[in-house]
């Protein structure tokens, strides 16, 4: 299988354990995604974007879109696009007199074979195919960056995370971080708060998706019912299932009872070999009851349904 060459890490990787649990970063294991959707994304999207007349609406939209839908954590150039695409169907944007632009290079941008969705794969596609579309939005992406690295300090683990990595390495299980963020802040902000020690490998946006990073470190070196990803969004919950794993959901705006059951009850399971089937099931049924795939406003084109869009 190609990979990108900074995956080799997780290619070389050989499993010290018969059990691999990855876990992902922002909103799952740290709470840092609220402050990042609300202090940084969100207000460098309607200063990017030209938002200003309907900034009410598009902060509605954005935080629909980042954590509360099924699009919940998605990468954020396929958020920037589903962004701009339910606020130019959304009658209230309309009824301002405002227009939301087609932006048709950025629908390129994302649906190009061969080119990352990450600020290197949308700099190397700027540098092939010039436009000012593209240009803005990795404006965007640097303003982002730029916010985070100033707003975001000591935004720590959620409750119940250091003992629930403490208890797997107790029993010796593999642990990984998997996550969309890039490596360099993933080391600082694991190696800040003390859970770098507990991983073997913390793989970010650059080594791939997260299905690749399960896919690259564990898949044919465990058994299948003995790798799980951890994770508080549909993408991840996707990414499991793609590569065939199990998957243990945290739930947002429940993340202390969530790595609470995660210690007490799941764990034991997945050790025991109880976890998949049933008790999964039940898991993912409330996830997915936490998380609507229907905007709650009124649309231009009668259509209220979101889907997830398919990771290239």
Known sequence: MQHPQAAQVL????????????????GC?????DIKHLECFTPAYIKAWD???????????ALFVNLGSVTRGLNRWLALKQLLDLLRDRVEV????????????????VNAPGYPLSDKGIAQY??????ETIARAIRWGDDVNARIADMVHNAGPFVGVRESMQAMEEVGIDQMTVSATPVHALEYEWNAHGLAQFMKVIAGQEMGSKAEHVQYAAKGKYADDKIMLIGDAPGDRDAAAKVGCLYYPILPGEEKRSWNRFKTEALGRFLDGTFAGEYQQMLIDEFNA??????????????RTVTMPEVK
């Open 11 to 26: 290619v070389d990787f050989v499993p010290t354990s018969e059990y691999f649990v990855g876990i992902d970063s922002d």
């Open 29 to 33: 294991a740290m709470d840092a995604m």
């Open 51 to 61: 938002l200003q007349p309907v900034s009410t609406l598009a902060r509605e939209t």
């Open 94 to 109: 309309a009824e301002r007199g405002v227009t939301i632009p087609e932006y048709p290079e950025l629908t390129e941008f």
């Open 126 to 131: 700027y540098e092939d195919h010039p436009s």
């Open 290 to 303: 936490k998380l609507p795939d229907q905007v709650p406003w009124e649309t231009i084109s009668g259509n």
